[in-house]
Nanobody, 124 residues
Framework: QVQMVESGGGMVQAGDSLTLSCNTS????????MGWFRQAPGQEREFVAL?????????QYADSVKGRFTITRDNAQRAVYLQMKNVKPEDTAVYYC????????????????WGQGTQVTVSS
């Protein structure tokens, strides 16, 4: 059974930093592209970042977070992280960890596995 558990969310002020973690079990972690999506109240889920399988040689970000967020993976720990710097009120959302073994396009658009999410709230 695949489990993906996010942690690290919370309430922060604009300009602060925050790191989200996603610990996984039940999947061959190294074979999966890992990603982060988010959903703000009343809005659709949107792509935030992804890192390709194996060594993570391919990394992609949404334009809205480029230069502020960094995604990394630790294959030994079966974990993926999202370092968030200079957060803004518009970053307020539930953040979801995702995993997909098919490819970059699928991982970015319709990832197969989802975590349950962690809330990030940024006050101005």
């Amino acid at each position: 059974q695949v489990q993906m558990v996010e942690s690290g969310g919370g309430m922060v002020q604009a300009g602060d930093s925050l790191t989200l973690s996603c610990n996984t079990s039940g999947l061959t972690f190294i074979a999966y592209a890992m990603g982060w999506f988010r959903q703000a109240p009343g809005q659709e889920r949107e792509f935030v970042a992804l890192i390709s399988r194996n060594s993570g040689s391919t990394i992609q970000y949404a334009d809205s977070v480029k230069g502020r967020f960094t995604i990394t993976r630790d294959n030994a720990q079966r974990a993926v992280y999202l370092q968030m710097k200079n957060v803004k009120p518009e970053d307020t959302a539930v953040y979801y960890c995702t995993a997909d073994a098919r490819g970059i396009v699928e991982a970015r658009t319709q990832p197969f596995y989802w975590g349950q999410g962690t809330q990030v709230t940024v006050s101005s």
